[in-house]
């Protein structure tokens, strides 16, 4: 993603609306994006909204912002826009998937901007990969906000605008992963996509990434959205989920098939299961379901973490 000073970024939120309680929360990411010289747009449908069908079913608490329709034919616009240059989903929740039926993925594919969001837009990121062979990002630009804000808002910098990002690549190495569409995090490089990581099984594995949030990504089981995962490096995180329900995610994916398609696995970071149980009880459970030739990769940071980095979905990677 390559953004110049003066760009028009959309900020959406395709899955829950945001509660009122947050507006100052992105009114100061509205801030910090025009102290970068960005200009934000902001989605119509941000904040949860109380509709007359909430009010005539006493739905309490529904966090929908607008109807799917409503939310993909904007998200459709920001596309069809010239003038926007990435699109910037804030939201996480449940109600991703929902607009999937109504998006013009042949438009999608057609332009030259990327999707950028985490969670629950993994539906999302990986329905456009599914049905378009198109890069997103698993990122969420709220990181900028909080506590790791000065490194992440530096990484941002380096990794989207154009002018810093001439002065990352011009050694040898990093020009030609540019070339072969290959992104190895072996060649030292600074932003957003660079992160360290270790291996639980096997050294090396080369493929395309796909996946995310492990509980949204099994959403799209069984639809047309779900991508093929033949030699492709399988991402999975988590930020909800006891040490039960984690394996039944496992369960399924194996279920599925996926486990023995897949040419290997990252695991980024599982949020709540590993504050009750050591980092790696992770990994303890996922053996159960995959034989021991699949490399297994590890890292801590990517997921839900406010110091997350970003990875690409649907680009080739080597570890």
Request: charged share 25%; glycine share 6%.
């Amino acid at each position: 993603m390559k953004l110049a000073k003066g760009d028009k970024v959309a900020i959406v939120c395709c899955s829950n609306g945001k509660s009122l309680s947050k507006k100052k929360e992105i009114e100061n990411l509205k801030v910090i994006l025009e102290e970068m010289s960005l200009i934000p747009v902001f989605s119509k449908y941000i904040y949860q909204k109380i509709s007359l069908e909430e009010v005539e079913n006493n739905l309490k608490g529904f966090p929908e912002s607008g109807s799917p329709l409503e939310k993909a034919r904007e998200l459709m616009e920001f596309y069809e826009d010239a003038s926007i240059k990435a699109i910037f989903d804030i939201s996480g929740g449940d109600l991703a998937n929902t607009i999937l039926p109504y998006l013009d993925y042949e438009r999608i594919a057609s332009v030259k901007k990327q999707f950028c969001g985490y969670s629950d837009l993994t539906t999302i990121i990986n329905a456009i990969y599914a049905k378009t062979q198109k890069v997103s990002v698993l990122y969420q630009i709220r990181n900028l906000l909080y506590e790791y804000s000065a490194q992440q808002k530096e990484d941002f910098i380096k990794t989207c605008f154009a002018k810093d990002l001439n002065n990352i690549i011009n050694n040898d190495a990093v020009k030609m992963m540019e070339k072969n569409n290959l992104y190895d995090l072996s060649v030292e490089n600074s932003g957003l996509y660079q992160f360290p990581y270790k291996f639980y099984q096997g050294k090396t594995v080369e493929g395309i990434v796909v996946g995310g949030n492990i509980r949204c990504f099994l959403k799209l089981a069984g639809t047309e959205y779900f991508p093929d995962v033949t030699d492709k490096i399988l991402l999975l995180e988590a930020r909800s989920g006891n040490t039960a329900q984690i394996v039944t995610y496992f369960a399924q994916l194996e279920q599925l098939g996926v486990f023995k398609k897949v040419k290997g696995i990252l695991l980024g970071t599982f949020t709540q299961m590993e504050r009750e149980q050591p980092v790696s009880a992770v990994y303890s459970l996922l053996k159960r379901y995959i034989n021991e030739e699949l490399p297994v990769v590890k890292t801590e940071y990517i997921g839900h973490g406010e110091d997350s980095k970003a990875i690409q979905i649907g680009k080739k990677y080597k570890f």
